[in-house]
């Protein structure tokens, strides 16, 4: 683990120019992340392309993960109409695939992720949450599941630009109050991964969707993972990780 840890600081300060410090925060996607979420949210936006006379492939949705729900309902629109959408039918459609979502009731944790975040605790470090989604039925649900976790949030409201923009991840950071060498990224998705990177911070990919082996190393991590569990042992020595004066990595 100890090698893993000091190949992902290498590739980190290589590509950022920084060095890698003691981490005070932890930025933590949402879905595909803390809750196996992303199967509902397939079916819950190929039932809303249905309704609205898109054409769709339910798979699709795992390249989008991370967008903002208007951004992909924009896309959806150039791809079958030829324009974007107006706000308005932006704000209806999210409602309805929203509401097809809370239909298929509570998606469960992530496996691995309560350890994951309770090893941040642990660490007395803050816990942040960026994540592109507004589905409140979740984001409501948070608190009951990541007890003393979460009370910094970045979410679709909070953003301009969306994943893969860094702001959202830049934003995170502002909320934490933390320079972007003493932070960690948690995400699952390319366009995440991309955000998170590129604000900067040393990005942790999770493999947790149907994605090829080294999608997310591609897309600018600087570990890739391939399970909560994995993230959450790894995290119980990266927390804790010095710079030393030589350089060299220690724990
Ligand atoms: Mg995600």
């Known amino acids: 683990m100890e090698n893993k840890i000091a190949e992902a ?22 879905d595909g992340v803390l809750y196996d979420s992303m199967p509902g949210h397939a079916i819950a936006w190929k039932k809303m392309c249905d309704e609205a006379g898109i054409e769709a492939d339910p798979n699709e949705f795992f390249a989008y993960e991370g967008r903002t729900g208007a951004s992909t309902i924009n896309l959806l629109f150039e791809r079958q109409f030829g ?20 239909a298929l009731g509570e998606p469960p944790l ?43 949030r970045i979410t679709a409201n909070d953003v301009i630009h969306g994943k893969p923009d860094p702001e959202p991840y830049l934003k995170g950071l502002e909320k934490a109050r933390m320079e972007p060498w003493k932070a960690v990224a948690v995400d699952n998705a390319p366009l995440g991964v991309q955000s998170a ?55």
Do not use: W
């Not at 324009?83 to 809370?102: M, P, Q, V, W």
């Not at 949450?129 to 984001?139: D, E, M, N, P, Y």
């Open 197 to 251: 990177s590129s604000a900067g911070i040393l990005t942790i990919g999770v493999r947790t969707g149907p994605l090829e082996e080294g999608s997310l190393l591609a897309s600018g991590a600087d570990i890739e993972l391939k399970s909560m569990d994995e993230c959450a042992d790894l995290l119980s020595y990266l927390l804790y990780y010095k710079a030393d004066a030589d350089k060299t990595a220690a724990f």
């Open 83 to 102: 324009h974007g959408a107006d706000e308005e039918t932006c704000r209806r459609l999210y409602a309805i695939k929203s509401e097809n979502f809370k």
């Open 110 to 152: 992530m496996p691995g992720a309560k350890r994951a975040v309770e090893e941040v605790l642990k660490a007395g470090d803050a816990t942040v949450l960026v994540t592109g989604s507004g589905q409140q039925s979740i984001l409501t649900r948070l608190a009951a599941d990541y007890p003393g976790a979460f009370e910094a």
């Open 9 to 30: 600081i290498r590739r980190y300060e290589a590509r950022t120019g920084h060095r890698f410090d003691t981490p005070g925060a932890v930025l933590f996607d949402m």
